[in-house]
């Protein structure tokens, strides 16, 4: 039985709404039967189908894969926390990440982030974290290295990777944004 979540899920946005299908829980299922020894090593692949189909990992997403897993809350909550992949509240339609580390930052990934900024109307400061439009539109936030400095700046728009992102390629990407 897990225990309920009590600390920890401050900067979630809530419980993800939506139903729970038969054919995600079927999913589920053929996911954990893939390892036999120890089902708790299909805590990575769930919580991948729940951000897939809510499109975030709030406490509703942690209690039901402890549930199906038999673990507790905060073992899948620890994980959801520490890959930065996982998100904990919901992003916008277009979710653009900028690579910060060195090659980029030295690149100019600082200008292309603050056009990309302006050009998506986004007030908050970026020491923030993740910055969502009011509209649900755009997000945007900083990451660690994308794995191509040799081609910085680097910019990934959901699962579109992006070279050279320079002030005007940075408003070509946005303007694709359809
Ligand atoms: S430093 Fe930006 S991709 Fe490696």
């Known amino acids: ?80 926390t520490f890959y930065p992949w996982f998100r904990q509240r919901p992003y916008g339609r277009f979710h653009f990440r900028v690579c910060r580390t060195l090659s980029c930052a030295l690149g100019g990934s600082g200008k292309t982030f603050a056009a990309l900024q302006k050009l998506m109307g986004l007030k908050a400061d970026v020491h923030e974290g993740t910055m969502v439009s009011e509209d649900g539109r755009f997000s945007l936030e900083y990451s660690e290295c994308l794995a191509s400095c040799g081609t910085a700046p680097v910019v990934l728009c959901n699962d579109d990777f992006h070279e050279k992102v320079d002030e005007k390629r940075a408003a070509e990407l946005v303007a694709g944004c359809k």
Request: aromatic share 6%.
């Open 1 to 80: 039985m897990s225990v309920p979540l009590q600390a920890g899920t401050e900067n979630c946005a809530g419980p993800e709404t939506g139903e729970i299908t038969p054919a995600m829980d079927q999913q589920a299922d053929e996911l954990i039967a893939r390892y036999p020894v120890s089902s708790r090593s299909a805590v990575l692949p769930l919580l991948h189908l729940w951000q897939e189909t809510f499109g975030y990992i709030g406490p509703r997403g942690v209690e039901w894969i402890a549930e199906k897993l038999s673990l507790q809350a905060i073992q899948v909550l620890e994980l959801v």
